[in-house]
């Protein structure tokens, strides 16, 4: 039977493997991939959680259900930038990014 500590060791795992993908990657479009493998550790997390609290009230889905629409969110808007930078100056590596600096 899977428990919560089955759940917290995963979600936990997804985001050390998250943040050091983030953390360590150059290219933008890996760094918002990575972010959002964070976003979901937490997701699952909160879900386990909830479940294993108060199973039989929904107040942590609703989180849950929030927390994904929020990333939807950020990923067209960071994909949308992404996309952006590319067409007008074949820039996708976060070094190059920072050039645009003036």
């Known amino acids: 039977m ?25 290219s933008a479009l890996r760094v ?9 550790a937490v997701n699952l997390n909160l879900a386990a959680f909830s479940a294993y609290v108060a199973p039989k009230q929904a107040v942590g889905m609703n989180f849950v259900i929030f927390l994904m629409v929020v990333a939807a969110a950020e990923v067209g808007l960071a994909l949308a930038i992404i996309i952006s930078l590319n067409r007008t100056s074949d820039v996708g590596a976060i070094g190059s990014i920072r050039r645009l600096r003036g």
């Not at 918002?32 to 979901?40: F, P, R, S």
């Open 32 to 40: 918002v991939i990575c972010v959002e493998l964070i976003l979901n």
């Open 2 to 26: 899977i428990g919560l500590n089955h759940y917290l060791f995963l979600g936990a795992a997804l985001f050390a493997i998250g943040l050091f993908g983030a953390l360590t990657s150059k």
